[in-house]
């Protein structure tokens, strides 16, 4: 069964950083895209960056770009999501997905993982 879990979520403070992790079961996370989204108590579910499994090109929300870095280890069979001077406005549950492209619509991917709590609170 493909399975994906997430990890590294936590506290920090406004202006802070954390790591997140994503890493599969069930199937080689190699040969997908990662997609990272995230959603807030009462909003959707956004899109907050991609790479791609074909030349590890990479896209950003507006909102995080400058200060959000995805990245994959192949190694490792890993996908990571930096996340730089953190913003309150960024605490949400974070989401790691794979599919064969970085798909706009979140309906198109169909591979989710779990979710991770990310609160950013002095």
């Known amino acids: 069964q493909a399975q994906l879990v997430e990890s590294g979520g936590g506290l920090v403070q406004p202006g802070g950083a954390l790591r997140l992790s994503c890493a599969a079961s069930?199937?080689?996370?190699?040969?997908?895209?990662v997609g990272w989204f995230r959603q807030a108590p009462g909003k959707e579910r956004e899109v907050v960056a991609c790479?791609?499994?074909?030349?590890?090109?990479?896209t950003y929300a507006d909102s995080v770009k400058g200060r959000f870095t995805v990245s994959r280890d192949n190694a490792k069979h890993t996908a990571y999501l930096q996340m730089n001077s953190l913003k309150p406005e960024d605490t949400a549950v974070y989401y790691c997905a794979a599919e064969f492209e970085c798909y706009s619509e979140l309906a198109d991917w169909d591979t989710w993982g779990q979710g991770t709590q990310v609160t950013v609170s002095s």
């Open positions: 790479i791609s499994e074909s030349d590890d090109s990479t």
């Open positions: 069930g199937f080689d996370l190699n040969y997908y895209a």
